[in-house]
Every structure is written in C-alpha cells, then in structure tokens.
C-alpha cells in the first residue's frame, strides 16, 4: 500500500514543515509516502467560502487516480484513538489497497458534494486546528499508527 497526503495551500510556518518532515521521514521506513501540496487558488480572496470549496474539490479530483481509497480529515469525521486509526490503516493493508489518499482540505473544509465522495471521513479531534497545524498532527498519528502495527515501543497506552 502506498499513502499520499494531499493538502491545501503551503505551510508558512518553518517549525511546521521541520516538525512534518521529521514524521514524514519516520513514515517511510514503513511503506512508500508522499506529501503533495496543492498550490492556493490564485483568486482566492475574490471568492466565495462555497466557491472556494468547489475549486479546491476540483484541484483535488485531478490528483486522484482509479481505485484510491479517499480520506478525508474533516471535523465531522469519525474519531480514533490511536489504537484504533492503527486498526483501521492495518485493514486497509489486508484489504490490498493500493493507495491510500488522505486530503486535508483548506480553511473551510470540503463540500458536501466532495464529502460523498469520500470512502472515509476522519477527525482527529473534538477541537478545531488550522489546516496548516493539523498537517504535524496528522503526521505524528501516522507514524504514532505504523508504530503500533509494529509492535514498537513509541506508542504507551
């Protein structure tokens, strides 16, 4: 199985991107990874939340190949323990996926036609974080998941 994380827009933070590269690099040893950024739209302030969405959905769609399974981290999504998600990853592996795409939208999310795409929506928290920080976050779950499937001593219940 491979995993590509799909986000919105760059991180312009530097202890964000040093933070997600760390994980990102601990990730690989596990299966192939990869971290794509979908440049900002262009007009972005002359458009609407709705319209916003809608474009981003397309940029989205235009990176998805036949037969990914899609995720997307939404706040309305499901919620993990890391036991749990470590679960949920490892039967996507005995499933035969060949590639799972997990896309952390912009600052307004998804639409709710984008949404019924999906295979999957998963939250990582009760609580709201920027589409920037939750990047870091997500990648120390992943790594936090390969982890536990391992049998390795990172995670502590």
């Known amino acids: 199985m491979k995993i590509l994380l799909l986000v919105i827009g760059k991180t312009d933070q530097s202890f964000l991107d040093e933070g997600m590269r760390l994980y990102f690099d601990r990730i690989e040893r596990y299966l192939p990874f990869e971290f794509k950024v979908i440049p900002d739209l262009k007009n972005r302030k002359r458009l609407s939340e709705a319209e916003q969405k809608e474009a981003e959905a397309k940029l989205i769609e235009a990176q998805l190949q036949a037969g990914d399974v899609l995720v997307l981290l939404d706040e309305n999504g499901k919620n993990y323990h890391s036991r749990g998600f470590a679960a949920f990853l490892e039967q996507q592996m005995l499933q035969s996926v060949k590639r799972l795409v997990f896309v952390i939208g912009g600052p307004y999310g998804f639409t709710d036609k984008f949404k019924q795409q999906a295979r999957f929506l998963i939250s990582l928290s009760s609580m709201t974080f920027s589409h920037q ?10 790594y936090r998941a390969f982890s536990i499937i391992k049998g390795e001593p990172y995670h502590h219940d």
């Open 133 to 142: 920080l939750v990047r870091l976050v997500f990648a120390e779950q992943l």
